[in-house]
């Protein structure tokens, strides 16, 4: 009877192989050097938070979901978003930090969902905040998608619309035909359209008491649609004439002043558009918010969202302190792209060249012809089992290695290597190290 262990993971966590590992890893440091570009700073939070801490917010179907155990005296939880540590973080560290305070989180969380095709239970969000004290203009609401667009811009996965509203307008709106007591309910219904349909939202908002009439008001107020400035027109007329809310009236001043900055960044119009069934479910958001589609690959859903919150820390202080953020849940869209065939893992190694010494009297030399390629900005590798020639270049073939710098007892003497291109049909050069390096950089 064997007492060996089946090697396998738990399902809901993502592990890749090194090409996919590769592929990911680029796409987290260009996101990242588009977060530093605009000046977000870098920070990490602890894995492990305090229960009491962690969950000071949480209810419903959040806490269902937490990693929660106990180890000695304390109660601890794994972070389910990157969010509640940043608002533990800002209310602790806050008179050393510098307002407004721009911070970019890329990091693992973990949730205990149901794992099913493109959910996982632990993943890597790539978050950015913008946090005020007391306050934030809204030209940060403008800030935040352009961001978004230099992201997907440089990602280069095809089209993109930044979908955008704002949590005032539908407030505002569903408050002035008689649900001012239900909104929170209606605007998670509304947010779930594009996943059930009208017939699907239509039997939600009745079941929380809306008549037939009010839904069918519901349904044409946020299907109202046309070129951006069409949109901001109809909801301007709107807040003249049928619409009198303060809240609503608010909302669309809001919306249009950040439209107004976004072209200030230089958006273009075909990269945004506003859709007024945009809610965006967490109850925190209070203003401008946002959802990010490919254009052609619709069905993979919001691929980047978020949106503005007035008071990020009131569970751990008294000062206000409103915040603007987006959260690009990259294990996910990095699994769906690969998926859809929308991206390919190509590259088995990072390194640019193979050295490979012959036999044991050259290593001495190929070692150190290794380190000048290295001090060259060279990615290198070095073979260094004892193998034939055959396998030796069928490792350089398979991790897709393009040059190999081979070294025999000839080329050492003469200072040489023979530099073999691995994609063009073999061409061998026979050259020095520094001319190698120039071919090589």
Do not use: W
């Amino acid at each position: 009877m064997s007492d060996k262990v089946t090697p396998r993971i738990l399902q809901g966590f993502a592990e890749f192989l090194p090409k996919e590992q590769i592929l990911f890893n680029s796409i987290y440091d260009k996101i990242r050097n588009i977060y530093e570009k605009y000046g977000f700073l870098p920070i990490d939070t602890p894995t492990i938070e305090l229960s009491e801490v962690l969950l000071a917010k949480a209810g419903g179907e959040t806490e269902k979901q937490i990693y929660r155990f106990n180890k000695g005296d304390n109660d601890l939880s794994l972070r389910f978003d990157l969010t509640v540590p940043l608002a533990r973080y800002v209310a602790m560290h806050e008179p050393n930090l510098v307002f407004p305070f721009k911070r970019y989180h890329m990091s693992k969380v973990f949730r205990g969902e149901r794992p099913q095709k493109g959910r996982f239970r632990e993943f890597y969000q790539c978050d950015i905040d913008i946090i005020g004290a007391e306050e934030l203009p809204l030209v940060y609401d403008a800030e935040i998608p352009a961001v978004i667009c230099d992201v997907f811009k440089e990602i280069n996965i095809g089209d993109f619309t930044i979908r955008i509203n704002n949590r005032k307008i539908l407030g505002g709106f569903f408050s002035s035909i008689g649900l001012s007591d239900k909104i929170t309910d209606v605007l998670r219904i509304i947010d779930k359209l594009e996943k059930i349909g009208e017939d699907g939202v239509s039997k939600e908002l009745a079941a929380i008491g809306a008549d037939s009439e009010t839904i069918a008001k519901i349904l044409s107020f946020v299907s109202i649609s046309g070129t951006t400035d069409d949109i901001l027109a109809q909801l301007s007329a709107l807040a003249e004439s049928s619409v009198k809310d303060e809240m609503f009236a608010q909302g669309v001043s809001e919306l249009s002043e950040v439209v107004g900055y976004m072209r200030g960044f230089n958006i273009p119009d075909k990269n945004f558009a506003i859709d007024l069934t945009i809610a965006r479910g967490l109850d925190y958001y209070t203003g401008t918010v946002y959802e990010t589609v490919l254009n052609d690959y619709k069905k993979l859903g919001s691929v980047c969202s978020g949106g503005r919150y007035e008071n990020l820390t009131g569970y751990y202080t008294d000062k206000k302190m409103p915040g603007i953020g987006i959260s690009i849940g990259l294990t996910r869209l990095f699994s769906q792209l690969l998926d859809a065939g929308i991206i390919s893992a190509d590259n088995s190694s990072l390194a640019k060249v193979l050295v490979v010494p012959m036999d044991k009297t050259v290593l001495p030399f190929a070692l150190s012809t290794a380190s000048t390629f290295r001090a060259e900005g060279i990615a290198t590798d070095v073979y260094l089992c004892e193998k034939g020639m055959k396998q030796k270049m069928k490792y350089a073939d398979r991790l897709g290695i393009p040059y190999a710098a081979i070294i025999g007892e000839t080329e050492m003497q003469n200072g040489f290597i023979s530099l073999k291109n691995m994609r063009q049909g073999g061409e061998q050069l026979t050259l020095s190290v520094q001319e190698a390096v120039n071919i090589l950089k």
